[in-house]
C-alpha cells in the first residue's frame, strides 16, 4: 500500500482547504510555487492530492507525480531514497492510528462493532487492509458530521450573541474526539462560497431567532430593594 498523500501533506504542514477534505480529490496550498499563497490568494488551493491513487498535481506550476516523488520534493531528497525507506518500514494504515477512545465513539456513532482485526490480518491480508479503507471513511464521515454539527453550534452562537460559549463548546468537543474543529468550520465560516449544508443550518437557526430570545423577566420589585 503506498502511503496516505494526505497524511503526508499534513505531516509537513501543508494548508488543506477544509472542505476538500472528504473528497478524493483534496486541495491545498503549492508549497512549490507558493502562486496561491499570495496577497489576495487567500482562498485558492492550487495543489491537488488525489488520495485514491495517491497522486499529486498543481494546476498553477504543473508540478505533479506520485506520493513517492512529492516527498522526495518536499523533503529535497532523491526518490529512491524515499522509495527504500518505505519498502523498510511497513506502512501503517491511517485507521490504525485512530485512539481507543475515537474508535469507542466510532462505534457509538455507527452502532457496528469492530471485527477482531489481529485474527483478519493472519487471515488475509488484503482483506484486512480493504477493511481498514472502509473503517477509515466511515471516521471521515464521522468528522464531517462532527463538524456540522460543530458549524452549527458556532452559527447558534453568533446569532444568539453567545459566540464565547460556543467556541469553548466546540473546543471541548475537540478533546473528545481528539480531532480539530474550530479552525476548520472558521475557515468554512470566512469562505465566500460555503458549502450547501451550511445554508440549511443558517436557515434552521433563523427559525428560531424569530421567536424572541429574552432574559428570563426579572421579579418585580426585587432590584429596588
Ligand atoms: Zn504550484
Known amino acids: 500500500m503506498l502511503p496516505d498523500i494526505v497524511g503526508i501533506a499534513e505531516q509537513h504542514g501543508l494548508q488543506i482547504n477544509p472542505y476538500s477534505r472528504s473528497r478524493e480529490e483534496v486541495a491545498c496550498k503549492c508549497p512549490f510555487c507558493h502562486e496561491d499563497s499570495k496577497p489576495g490568494k487567500k482562498r485558492r488551493y492550487y495543489l491537488s492530492l ?35 525507506r518505505f519498502r523498510k518500514r511497513r506502512i501503517v494504515h491511517p485507521a490504525e492510528r485512530l485512539s481507543q477512545n475515537q474508535r469507542r465513539l466510532l462505534r457509538e456513532h455507527t452502532g457496528v462493532r469492530e471485527p477482531n482485526w489481529k485474527q483478519m490480518r493472519e487471515r488475509d491480508f488484503s482483506y484486512y487492509m480493504r477493511s481498514l479503507d472502509l473503517f477509515w471513511d466511515s471516521w471521515k464521515e464521522f468528522l464531517m458530521k462532527e463538524q456540522r454539527d460543530a458549524y452549527f453550534q458556532l452559527i447558534v452562537g453568533i446569532k444568539t450573541c453567545t459566540y464565547q460559549n460556543y467556541i469553548e463548546k466546540i473546543r471541548q468537543r475537540e478533546r473528545e474526539i481528539e480531532s480539530p474543529l474550530l479552525e476548520s468550520v472558521l475557515q468554512i465560516y470566512s469562505c465566500a462560497s460555503r458549502p450547501k449544508w451550511t445554508e440549511v443550518a443558517e436557515r434552521f437557526v433563523d427559525q428560531f431567532k424569530t421567536k424572541p430570545v429574552s432574559p428570563e423577566p426579572k421579579k418585580a420589585g426585587r432590584d429596588g430593594g
Open 50 to 84: 488525489n488520495s485514491k491513487d495517491q497522486v499529486f498535481k498543481c494546476w498553477f506550476c504543473k508540478e505533479s507525480g506520485g506520493v513517492f516523488r512529492f516527498i522526495s520534493l518536499l523533503e529535497n531528497i532523491p526518490e529512491e531514497n524515499v522509495k527504500q
